[in-house]
Structures are given as structure tokens and as C-alpha cells.
């Protein structure tokens, strides 16, 4: 725990109209990727409108603002800053208005160039209005567009610019697109519903609408809907491609299918591979929810061992993360996690965690476990250690903050209270995802970056 979350983006066209609420209900299914703040543009006979604020889905949209916002077209985004800060005036999407038109962006990602884009247009004249990476490619996008004869050319023109990871859903008045990174780093997905489409990050959000899965947008692609036709092109391919592993670890929902592979069924293998590489003798299994249930019914499937719910989970408080300073985190964990005391009571107990970053949340977890009477508490991180940064849109830290960087195995298994700790070997890591039609990022657990930092 303590892994800041990515982003969610969401995109609809539906000659019918009803967009903007279809959008409502897809960033509901996406609320797990970011909850500081959200948006909706929608696009009615060419005319942009747009809602957004800091806050959780259901707290910024009321009804009258959805019917705002009808139209035939919109775009969507749930939000955890990676660059920029928080608050209302960096909340996506992003819009603007320029000589050929209107247009909307909503980014899930991190570019690693921001730094250099932003001086070198603003040495041009641009001036921004946000601290947002995803401004930066909206503007790009807007000044190719002025040199190309279409929004979808402006889009394919303005990616070799961008350097990092980015997913795209890109609106304007008279197109809806989406364009994911030549790299892959972030997922993003195409639905069908009726003679609609939908463009999503996760397969989740589309069943949330009701529409059914197509395909997902290929690393450097870039699709558009125009007058109800879906139309693509792609980018010359790279030899390798880069999705973020810790999708299939933590950021994705469990009920999510990322690039063929059931995110399900790599969290079940992370922790049947836990089960072969720490065999312990223990009275039960329980995992820290949410993410780390899945790969501790793995671990006793695989050891044999009986699962049980360890903790149940307070619904209505934020992520400890939202939290700053140590002791505000560690309060916020007590109040979010509560042991079962029948569960864990004079038992040895193993607990399946999906990281550690800084360790203060895992020691939490151990203390608490220990006060309702557990005799031994053997924790295993269904991850690798975390050595090293990410500057792809997962905000994991500097490594100075990174606990695994600077102590060994067991040193922190003494930090943290544990009777024993174990990580996921990056061996193992790299199987847990057999049906996976890309290839990983995993540079947070070796320090191998795909591309230059």
C-alpha cells in the first residue's frame, strides 16, 4: 500500500446523444485510478461544453449538470496527479478554443519531457495555465493542427513530441479519438454499443456502460470516430513494448482485462508463485484488501492453506496516501482497516500485501494484526522490491523514500515487526501474465528504464 494511483480516461459517441451521463457511469468504474478530481466535456451540434472539480465522481456531477452536457460526443477523466498539482484548475480534460475549433484532451500518463516541451514554447509565446504535463499536449496538439488537414493528422504529428507514457481521449467538435503511446505504457481499450463507440482504459468501465469489448488500441496507434466510423492508424512500431506491470499488481481492477490478459488471473498467479517460493507453516491466509485478496486466495490454492478474510475495509475514507506526514498516515490506516479478531486470534497467520513502498502502512498493518491476538504474522509481498522511481505516470517515489533501496530483506522485516518477509521474485513476476500481448515496463523493480530518464 501507499502506491499513488494512475489516471482514468473515458470516451463516448452515440449518435443518440445521453454521452455525457454514459461518461458519468464508465468514470464510476474507473474511480479506483484517481480520486482528487474528475471531469466531462461533451460536444452538442459542435458546441464544447465542459464540467469539472476537485472530488469524487458522484460529489462533483449533479443532474442538472449532466443535462448540461448532452451531447453526442464526450470525454471523461478521473485524476491522481503524477505532474502538476492538485486542485480545480488542473482537473481534466483539459479545453480550449483556437482558430480551427474547439477541442478537449484527457491523459492518463507521464511524459518524461515535460520540463523541455514547456520552455520551449513558452520561449515561443504560449502561455499555460496549469502545471499539468497534459496542457503542454493539448497545445502541441492544437499548433499541429493548424498545419494539418485533420485533428487525427494534428495527433499523429504531435506524438513524436512526446516523450514518456501517454492514453489519449482527444475531442473535437466533430470527432471523438483516442491515441495510446509507441511504447504501451498505459492501457486503453475499444468498446462497441450498438452503432456507438466507446474508448476506455480499463474493460471494466465498458461493461459499466454496457458495451462490449473490441479490441485494445495498439501501442502507437491512434483511432477516431467520424460521422459513426471507426478509423486507425499506427505509428511504425517499436521492437518491444512497455506496459506498466503494476497494472496487473495493483492499478487495475481485478474484473479488467488489460491486452488479452485477465488482470485476475496474473494477481491469482502472483500469489501461487508467492505459495512455491515461501512455503510456510501457517494456520491461514488472508490478504490486505483490496488488492492483495486475489494472490492470497493464490497463495492457498497453491500452499493448501485455508483463506479467510483478515480485515474488513472501511468504504468511506480515502487512500492513507491523501494523507501527509507519517502519523496522519499511520491514524488514517486504523481507521481504514480493521483486523478480524476470529480470524487472526492466536493464529499464525500469513498476510498478502501488494507492496511495500515506504514501509510506515505495512508496519500499521502488522501492529494491527498483532493486537487482535495473532501469534506469528508472516508478511509476502505479492511485488519485487521497489528500488527505483517512475517517471511514466506511477508515482513512486524518489528513491530516497523507497524503504527496499536502501535496507535488506531482513532488516526490513525487522522494521516492520514481521515474524518473517518475503517479495516476489522478478522472475516470478515476469510469468504471472502468460496471455499478455505486450510486453513490461518493470524498471521500479530492476532500475531498467525502456528509454532514457
Known sequence: MGVHEECGVFGVYDARGGCARSVYHGLFALQHRGQEACGIAAVNERELSCHKDSGLVGDVFSEAELDALEGTMAIGHVRYSTTGGGGRENAQPLTLKYVKGSLAVAHN???????????????????????????IIAYIIAQERLRCDSIQDAVIAAMPHLIGAYSLVVMSSRKLLAARDPRGFRPLCIGTRGDGYVFASETCALDAVGAEFLRDVLPGEVVWIYEGELHSIRMPALPKSSLCVFEHLYFARPDSVIDCQSVYGARLLAGRYLAREYPADADVVVGVPDSGLVAAKGYAIESGLPYNDGFIKNRYIGRTFITPGQSSRERAVKLKLNPLRATVE???????????????????????????????????????????????????????????????????????????????????????????????????????YPMPV
Do not use: W
Not at 511524459?111 to 499555460?128: C, S
Not at 528513491?399 to 522485516?413: G, M, N, Q, R, V
Open 109 to 135: 500518463g507521464n511524459l518524461v519531457n515535460t520540463d523541455a516541451l514547456r520552455a520551449e514554447y513558452e520561449y515561443k509565446g504560449a502561455i499555460f495555465h496549469t502545471t499539468t504535463d497534459s496542457e
Open 346 to 448: 492466536d493464529k499464525r497467520v500469513i498476510v498478502i500485501e501488494d507492496s511495500i513502498v515506504r514501509g510506515t502502512t505495512t508496519n500499521q498493518i502488522v501492529r494491527l494484526l498483532r493486537h487482535a491476538g495473532a501469534r506469528e504474522v508472516h508478511m509476502l509481498i505479492a511485488a519485487p522490491k521497489f528500488i527505483s522511481p517512475c517517471y511514466f505516470g506511477t508515482d513512486i517515489p524518489d528513491k530516497e523514500h523507497l524503504i527496499a533501496a536502501h535496507h535488506t530483506t531482513d532488516e526490513i522485516c525487522a522494521i516492520i515487526d514481521a515474524d518473517s518477509l518475503g517479495f516476489l521474485s522478478v522472475e516470478s513476476m515476469r510469468r504471472i501474465a502468460p496471455d499478455s500481448a505486450c510486453s513490461f515496463c518493470e524498471a521500479c523493480f530492476t532500475g531498467e
